[in-house]
Structures are given as C-alpha cells and as structure tokens.
C-alpha cells in the first residue's frame, strides 16, 4: 500500500526558513505527480507546489520566489524548501502522490509549520 511520511516541520521566525521532507513507500515513485497542500485552522487545503516526473513545477501565486519543490526519485523523496517565511505560512502541510495510472489520490499525515511574528 502506497504510504508517506513528512518531516521537517517546527516552529520558526518570520523571515526564516523550513525544508520539508516526504518520503513515499509502496508505489513505483518516478511517475507520479507530486504535490505539497496545506491547510490552516478555519480554511480549506490549499495546492502549494506540484512537480511531476520531469522535474517541472508549478506554485501557488503566495509562495513563488520563497518556495522550491524538488525530488529525488532514487530516495522515493520529494522536498519543499522554504524561504522568508510568513506567519501566514502557518499551516499543516500535507504531501500527496497522484498515482500515474490509477489518477488516486494519496495524503501523508501533515506536518505543523508555525510561523511566529
């Protein structure tokens, strides 16, 4: 069964920084579509960052140019570094797979990142 697990996330000042990591297990990694979401108390999930096999990317218009998704598909690994950090950064991330195939969809159990001003 396709599992993943994030790590990396804490509590920082504004201005600093956090790398997220997911690693995913049960699931030919190096084809699926990979994503970071989140979600803060009160609002919906959010798409942060996608990148699919090829390496391209896309961001949500409140983390371009502080943000940057990247994978390693010989560690079953993707990344999101985190840059100049906002308390309205503050959130659960949450990592998910789209599978290439089966086009489900797979969540990790999230990631607090609390951003203080």
């Not at 956090?18 to 084809?31: D, E, I, N, P, Q």
């Not at 371009?64 to 560690?75: C, E, L, Q, V, Y």
Request: proline residues 2%; hydrophobic residues 35%; aromatic residues 10%.
């Amino acid at each position: 069964q396709v599992q993943l697990v994030e790590s990396g996330g804490g509590l920082v000042q504004a201005g600093g920084s956090l790398r997220l990591s997911c690693a995913a297990s049960g699931v030919f990694f190096g084809t699926n579509l990979m994503a970071w979401y989140r979600q803060a108390p009160g609002k919906q999930r959010e798409l942060v960052a996608t990148i699919a096999r090829g390496g391209s990317t896309i961001y949500a218009d409140s983390v371009k140019g502080r943000f940057t998704i990247s994978r390693d598909n010989a560690r079953n690994t993707i990344y999101l570094q985190m840059n100049s950090l906002k308390p309205e950064d503050s959130a659960v991330y949450y990592c998910n797979l789209r599978h290439a195939v089966t086009l489900n969809d797979y969540w990790g159990q999230g990631t607090q990142v609390t951003v203080s001003s």
